[in-house]
């Protein structure tokens, strides 16, 4: 099963330490670019994008996820979304991909 990620510099930087391969996206064209370049992997059964990042997308993000054959999408905030999110960043990355990001002394 591989994960892709789409979002901000920072989020897809801490979503590789946990072996998620992204790209980031600024931009609406970039954010489609990168959607474009995710979904057409035919190992992608996971997408995390950003809140900032589903909202570029918009109308084809909402066609994609009506499609039963296609990967499963999990939005998340970026590190200004506007939801808070109990246990940081952190918990919510080992409830998405299932991983630890804890440091090692």
Known sequence: MAFYCIGDEDTVRGLRL???EGRTACTPSEAMD???WATARQDCELLIITGEVAAQLG????A???DPQAPLVVEIPGPGG???VAGGLHSLVRSAVGLSLERVP
Do not use: D, Q
């Open 64 to 66: 994609f996820r009506m």
């Open 18 to 20: 946990a072996g998620v």
């Open 82 to 84: 506007p939801m808070e």
């Open 34 to 36: 990168s959607f474009a």
């Open 59 to 62: 109308a084809v993000l909402e």
